[in-house]
């Protein structure tokens, strides 16, 4: 599987009362310990994480909304936030023959989104960094949100979870991080569209997303 163009779809974004709910889960979260757990505590923490993931997919599919094939996004067919070429690669890998990206199974889709959680190692960090690190894996490609991380940190652009990126994460996994990064997201919008005009038709698209995911996290308890 590639990672995506450093781009994202432009969708019409109509707000549906829905997405407080997914708030209001955010809100009740409790903070994980990090003691050493019992058997019972390791299943409410692999329980935890799933509701995160799920929580985390919410947000981010509202925003990727479903097919796009607008003429100046450099990514191309898109459905759900799945490139078809992304799928593509993804059929091939398991044997399977090609099929359009429209006729994507809900499986298949979970199991695309959770290569990016996994790959990203969003279900390693706290609440809001976790989910500003999957929304950004997403929407920019696993190596560049590791890359817009690594801005938030202060350390040296490698797009690769290097062992220093590990070691300042540890002290800094937390909702400012995830804040920081989106700072950095919205930074590299403008630009984007500075040095490639033709991108202007997504800027207002970006622009929402990247401030309704600053006021989702704002809301979730570290």
Do not use: C
Request: aromatic letters at 14%; proline letters at 4%.
């Amino acid at each position: 599987m590639s990672d995506k163009q450093a781009t994202q779809r432009q969708h019409n974004i109509k707000w549906k009362p829905n997405l407080l709910l997914g708030i209001l889960l955010l809100t009740l979260a409790i903070p994980l310990p990090f003691a050493q757990k019992s058997f019972a505590q390791q299943q409410q923490t692999a329980s935890f994480r799933q509701k995160l993931f799920q929580t985390a997919l919410y947000f981010t599919l509202y925003f990727e909304g479903g097919f796009s094939n607008h003429p100046a996004d450099k990514g191309g067919r898109t459905y759900r936030g799945v490139l078809q070429t992304e799928y593509n690669a993804y059929r091939y890998s398991r044997g399977l023959p090609p099929l359009d990206v429209t006729q994507m199974s809900e499986a298949e889709l979970l199991e695309i989104y959770k290569y990016y959680w996994d790959s990203s190692l969003s279900g390693t960090m706290q609440p809001a960094l976790a989910i500003v690190m999957f929304d950004t894996a997403v929407n920019f490609g696993i190596n560049n949100s590791i890359t817009f991380l690594q801005q938030a940190l202060g350390l040296p652009q490698t797009g690769v979870f290097d062992a220093r990126t590990k070691e300042a994460l540890k002290g800094a996994n937390n909702r400012n991080t995830a804040l920081q990064m989106i700072n950095e997201r919205i930074i590299y919008r403008y630009k984007r569209v500075q040095e490639d005009p033709t991108q202007m038709a997504f800027f207002r698209g970006w622009l929402s997303r990247d401030y309704s995911l600053w006021g989702y996290v704002n809301k979730i308890k570290n």
